[in-house]
């Protein structure tokens, strides 16, 4: 079973021995390459695998705060001051209703973006040491050679995704380009059929005080069923 990085360069090396003889194909450059297909496999999709949250906090005076540590650029899903939480807006709309705001003197709703690496609010913070909780996206360490893929827990595939991946690099590398091609749109497809079912699991969440539909109740006591409305 592929589990690690480990586990992906021995199977791209044992895989790419089997196609080509070429000597071009050392295990640091199987290693390199695999850790590079590793990569682009993180990067294809917002995996909730690497979903996560981190506190920082207010200055006062101040409405713009650097992203945490380690948070990949525009991943921010939530931003929540002091138990206050923050509506995500574009940029360019969080400018324009700050500047109207400002201007008029009309208190309004708390609003946030992200532009960059940095974290905007609005109304801005007049207190120091409230806490920021901001959920997003971690960027993902460089993978070590006995370290789990973030698909290891979730959905095996995703490693075979990145075996398949890496091939398709070395295969274009040993000028058998069409084969590399196969190799690399099988990898997307898998990578693509994961995520599809990930947002299948997603979708089966009701929201929140979010109403289903307006049904009649057919199946209740009431005689006058067509009458009995409710959120079924």
């Keep these: 079973m592929i589990n690690t990085l480990h586990d992906i360069v021995a199977e791209v090396t044992n895989r790419i021995g089997i196609t080509t003889t070429s000597t071009y194909f050392t295990s640091t450059k199987i290693n390199s390459v695999s850790v590079d297909a590793y990569n682009w496999a993180v990067a294809l ?3 909730p695998m690497l979903e996560i949250a981190k506190t920082t906090t207010t200055v006062a005076s101040q409405y713009y705060y650097d992203y945490p540590e380690g948070f990949m650029t525009d991943s921010v899903a939530r931003v929540i001051v002091d138990d206050d939480l923050y509506e995500l807006k574009n940029f360019d709309d969080f400018l324009n209703y700050k500047y109207e705001t400002a201007v008029t003197t009309v208190s309004g709703k ?12 609005y109304p801005t913070p007049t207190t ?11 960027m993902p360490d460089e993978i070590t050679e006995n370290e789990d893929t973030i698909f290891t827990d979730s959905d095996i ?5 990145v075996v398949k991946k890496a091939l398709s690099v070395l295969l274009a590398q040993a000028n058998r380009k069409q084969e590399g091609q196969a190799e690399e749109a099988e990898a ?14 997603q979708a089966k969440y009701q929201r929140l005080d979010k109403q289903m539909f307006n049904t009649p109740d057919f199946f209740g006591d009431d005689t006058n069923a067509e009458d009995n409305i409710g959120n079924f």
Excluded: P, T, V
């Design 110 to 121: 708390n609003i946030a973006a992200d532009y960059g690496k940095q974290i905007f609010l």
């Design 45 to 47: 999709y917002q995996w």
């Design 128 to 138: 120091s040491g409230l806490n920021i909780h901001i959920w997003g996206l971690e």
């Design 157 to 161: 595939m995703g490693n075979e995704a």
């Design 188 to 201: 997307i497809a898998m990578l693509a059929n994961i995520y599809s079912k990930i947002l299948k699991r």
